[in-house]
């Protein structure tokens, strides 16, 4: 498993996703899936799962950030707004 459940990193290549583009900086939402079966799931909120059926990148069922690049969904990409 490849370990890094917390990163930041930069956009090198759009895949036709609505908000996020080239050159941003993005955060990975670690906590993916869910149970489907409580009430935090249902309601999209798999962070606060209360059954414990979800993955974790780097943590749980899911490799990590540690690498060079990765590809991610747009809705597991939190844009950070750079500092100016
Ligand atoms: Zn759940």
């Known amino acids: ?11 090198v290549q759009e895949d036709g996703g609505e908000s996020i583009r080239k050159g941003d900086l993005v955060m990975p939402v670690n906590r993916r899936g869910g149970c489907g079966h409580c009430l935090a799931c ?23 950030f540690m690498r060079e690049t990765y ?4 809705r597991y990409l939190v844009r950070v707004p750079r500092g100016g």
């Open 1 to 11: 498993m490849v370990l890094g459940h917390e990163a930041i990193g930069g956009v």
């Open 42 to 64: 249902l309601n999209g909120r798999p962070d606060f799962c209360e059954t414990g059926g979800f993955v974790e990148a780097g943590i749980k069922g899911m490799h990590g």
């Open 71 to 74: 590809w991610d969904e747009e």
